[in-house]
């Protein structure tokens, strides 16, 4: 018996100050470590590490204490199991510590443009690479976004950015592509993205979707103030990724995740 496919669950494993209390330079790894041993438990694919908050008036982080920050979580779940790492940041060189360290994608939510030399050390990486679409820069993206047409133009941009990346040595079958769930966008925006699944898939690479308590669940259910909240909207979302065939999910509700996904594939399979 067939079992149909589902997207793979990427669970969120976050080493920003905000989740240490300290809130300081110098932190115990040991509470992400024990949140990414969970989220495994919980039946996670895939782990997606970042130590940069790209929160609108988040504090900047140096690549430097990012590189602090993340290598010692991602070491210790290398070396503790198998489930493939991503490491969530713009900067190259912690991209370049975090692939040494273990983690084989690089999540990048600037799709290689932070800085110029992105493609060159995605490519000398060999890693792959996931290219993420965001209208403006993190701490103002939210401040009226406006498309002529949102799908469209959020098309163009991964595509161009995926040539962008093959022209510097990526190779194609590396490149994962995401239309950026949130990141400059109106809820009308973020649900016509969603509505548009099937043809970002139809582009022949795998999408990632991350819909995970973000706000935009609060247009459609204005109750939902709390990102503690909005669990029920997360599911509805990835749930509607999986019809259109995404590769993967990212998510903080890791077990939940995972049990809606194989409810519908064992209702949808077969
Ligand atoms: C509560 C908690 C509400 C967190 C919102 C949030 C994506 C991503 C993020 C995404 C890819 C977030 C790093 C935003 N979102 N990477 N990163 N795709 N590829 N906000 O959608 O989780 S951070």
Not at 98 to 107: D, L
Not at 108 to 133: I, Q
Not at 149 to 166: G, P
Request: hydrophobic share 50%; net charge negative.
């Amino acid at each position: 018996m067939s079992q149909a496919q589902r997207p793979r669950v990427m669970g969120i494993v976050n080493v920003t100050p905000d989740s240490f209390s300290d809130g300081g330079r110098f932190f115990d790894p040991a509470e992400g470590i024990e949140h990414a041993r969970r989220l495994i438990a919980q039946g996670a694919d895939i782990l997606d590490v970042g130590g940069e908050s790209t929160r609108p008036g988040a504090t900047p982080v140096s690549a430097f204490d990012e590189i602090l920050r993340v290598v010692p979580v991602i070491e210790a779940i290398a070396s503790a199991s198998a489930v493939p790492i991503s490491i969530d940041t713009m900067k190259p060189e912690v991209a370049r510590a975090a692939v040494k360290a273990g983690a084989t994608i690089w999540n990048d939510v600037s799709a290689l443009r932070y800085s110029p030399d992105a493609p060159e050390v995605a490519a000398e990486l060999g890693c792959e690479v996931v290219l993420m679409h965001m209208l403006g820069e993190p701490g103002t993206m939210q401040q009226a976004p406006a498309y002529d047409d949102v799908v469209a133009e959020v098309e163009a941009f991964l595509l161009a950015r995926a040539f962008t990346a093959m022209a510097a040595g990526v190779a194609k079958d590396r490149i994962w592509l995401d239309p950026g769930v949130g990141f400059g966008k109106t809820t009308a925006h973020n649900l016509a993205l969603l509505a548009a699944l099937p043809r970002f898939v139809a582009l022949g690479y795998p999408i990632l979707l991350g819909a995970s308590r973000k706000r935009f669940i609060v247009g459609v259910d204005p109750s939902a103030r709390e990102a503690r909240d909005r669990l029920g909207g997360s599911l509805a979302a990835h749930l509607a990724g999986a019809d259109a065939g995404v590769a993967a999910v990212r998510v903080h509700d890791v077990r939940e995740t995972v049990q809606a996904l194989d409810v519908r594939a064992a209702i949808t399979g077969a």
